[in-house]
């Protein structure tokens, strides 16, 4: 079994609000746009944040293409976090298929 599944950017818009949204990017990337409801881990501080991603409900990382977000799925999945998927295509897809950006949270 995967230690993490796909989830597409249609899928994700129509699940926002009931899943944990993680973004794994860095300042630089995310104050230029996130995804409303996403949480900030930069990807080098996912290992010091693990119990953030722990709960009762699916955990979606995403990142810019979906590399970084999948390496942080993969280590995640290894600390036994479960019910974790990676945005396919990142923020790239995301915004590519015409869904909206935000100002990251303050």
């Known amino acids: 079994m995967a230690a993490y599944e796909s989830i597409s ?24 746009g996130v995804i409303e409801g996403a949480t900030l881990v930069p990807l080098h501080l996912v290992p010091m944040n693990v119990d953030r991603f722990r ?3 699916d955990v979606v990382i995403y990142c810019h293409s979906g590399a970084r977000s999948a390496q942080a799925c993969q280590f995640l999945a290894g600390q036994g976090i479960d019910r ?15 869904l909206p950006l935000v100002a990251p949270a303050q």
Do not use: C
Request: net charge negative; charged share 30%; glycine share 16%.
């Open 55 to 57: 709960g009762d409900r």
């Open 9 to 32: 950017a249609d899928e994700l818009n129509a699940r926002l609000g009931e899943v944990a949204l993680f973004d794994v990017r860095g300042p630089a990337e995310t104050d230029r």
């Open 84 to 98: 974790l998927f990676n945005l396919e295509g990142g923020v790239m897809y995301w915004a590519g298929s015409g």
